[in-house]
């Protein structure tokens, strides 16, 4: 596998993002065994887990972070808000969102299918950066506490070392 990367995302005034954790992108964690995601997700604690497909709109969740693992086919994802990043992913890969950071999906093809969670089960919210969100967006996303355990590695990796 190759080495966690990390992205950060200002606010840019519609969808807040998380100024003061990074995304994380795994590539290919579980590029030989996909089926493998949600089960270790819930065993790390990142559970009320689901399968399906991520929306094709900016949206992000003030009031927990989210990990995405792609359980087959391949996407372009746009993170960070109209002006963030663009992402590609694809089987096995798994990106975690912290609390606040806006996605959507450009493009994908037909196989894609993503497994998400959220530490301690937490059922998320869906914002999509309207005004009148804030400030209260804002203050979910800071008192979002930080996850107790790695959703791919458990209680070491470099989400704890990374998100202190």
């Known amino acids: 596998m190759e080495k966690t990367k990390f992205i950060h995302f200002k606010d840019d005034g519609m969808i807040p993002n998380n100024e003061s954790l990074g995304v994380a992108i795994y590539p290919g964690a579980f590029k030989d065994n996909p089926e493998k ?46 002006e963030g990043q663009k992402v590609e992913v694809q089987t096995g890969d798994v990106a975690v969102l912290p609390a606040g950071t806006g996605h959507k999906k450009i493009t994908a093809s037909d196989d894609f299918q993503i497994v998400g969670a959220y530490p301690g089960g937490v059922s998320p919210n869906k914002k999509v950066g309207d005004v009148d969100e804030r400030p209260y967006v804002l203050e979910d996303i800071q008192n979002t506490p930080l996850p107790q355990t790695d959703p791919v590695y458990g209680n070491e990796g470099p989400l704890l070392d990374e998100w202190k």
């Open 37 to 82: 995601i949600e089960e270790t997700f819930n065993k790390n604690g990142w559970t009320n887990s689901w399968t399906n497909d991520v929306f094709d709109y900016h949206h992000y969740h003030s009031n927990t972070h989210e990990a995405l693992g792609v359980r087959s086919g391949s996407a372009v994802l746009l993170l960070g808000g109209e």
